[in-house]
């Protein structure tokens, strides 16, 4: 379940479903990825369970559809939804694709034979409950499945998350704090190997600074590489009855990393519409190029 040297940068590399590691989600992807206190609704199946709770005098029910444009051809897409039961708690499933785009595929001498496409995909179920007001726990469990050519793997995993609203005070705003740990769960078996999942604990904090402006950050620690920073900013805007706009911004350090050029900042809009919401980020990869994901949202 785990390389030989679990949560350093010499296990780069040995982790199976990197595709798990990707963003799911627009709105976290701007913000640097600091999604342990500040994940919410549907959103939340993919980065701490505990953030699917609904909202007192929210809707019941949350949809969001994302799709991001990579690097290389790579494309990669997402759906989730969550329900909010009275008296009980909330449910959600999240589905994750990820495609590769065309690969040349060549035989023993190395001379071309094909081409090839592969792909991921992770469907996830989770539940979360409030307690005594302050509390958010959630659990999820989540089934993989990686093909290559000819060859396929799969396997299971479960994710876990608590979420304290309030927990703190800084200034006049109060402070959340989150942990979640993400993909424990069963190795790959491909081809007569098996390879660990990327497992990685976060835990960090979401600062209400003032009503218009949100300021988070949190420490990831994967369990195939050294830990790392994401930081975080969200800026609020009043656009008329029942319209507001969003600013974000973010800085994640884990993808600053054998890369050169441009890498680790990131930049992000939303509007919001009541029922309606759209959300959009920006990542650069250097000299790769950069990425763009966007998502759509519904409430009912």
Partial sequence: MFPESPFSSR??????????KFPAGSRVEAMGGAASASARGA??????PAGILGQPQAPASDLILGYSNLLSGAQAGSAAMSRSISGVGTVAAGLVYFAHGGQTAYDAKGDPVGEFSPSDFALSVAFSRGFADKVRAGAGLKVIRSSLQSDSAGSAAVDLGVQFPGLLALGDGPLDVGASVSHLGLPMRLGGSAYPL??????????????????????HFPVDDDAYMSLGVELLIAMGKGIQGALRAGYNQGATRGIDGLTGVTA????????FRFDYAWAPYGDLGHANRASLGLRF
């Fill in 11 to 20: 296990s780069a590399g040995t982790a199976a479903a990197s595709f798990l």
């Fill in 43 to 48: 959103e939340a199946v993919f980065y701490n």
């Fill in 198 to 219: 990327p497992m990685r604990l976060s835990g960090g904090v979401l600062w209400h600074v003032n009503p218009v402006l949100k300021a988070s950050m949190d420490a």
């Fill in 268 to 275: 992000g809009c939303g509007l919001d519409l009541g029922r």
